[in-house]
């Protein structure tokens, strides 16, 4: 258990900021679901507004750092690959 008072606030401090971080976390997660539904569909229409609805969200997760730059930039890559294949 930490002893300092320094030591006592990081603990509050990261617990608020791991729940905060993992509903961006969700939050990026629920718009690239919804590309991958529209791509089973195989609604391309869908499939791309939904796809310039997820670039932001990526490229916002990255500059908060909740998610890695190349992490995100593969996950746009694969998702752009496979709209532009229906």
């Known amino acids: 258990m930490a002893n300092t008072p320094q030591a006592k606030k990081r603990i509050r401090r990261n617990e608020r900021r791991a729940e905060i971080n993992g509903n961006r976390l969700g939050r990026i997660r629920t718009f690239v679901k ?3 539904s529209a ?3 195989g609604d391309k229409a869908a499939a791309a507004d939904a796809l310039k609805a997820a670039q932001p969200e990526l490229a916002r997760g990255v500059a ?3 998610l890695h730059k190349n992490t995100a930039s593969r996950k746009l890559s ?3 690959k496979r709209v532009a294949a229906l």
């Open 78 to 80: 694969r998702l752009t």
């Open 64 to 66: 908060r750092g909740v």
């Open 39 to 41: 791509l089973a569909g």
């Open 34 to 36: 919804k590309v991958e």
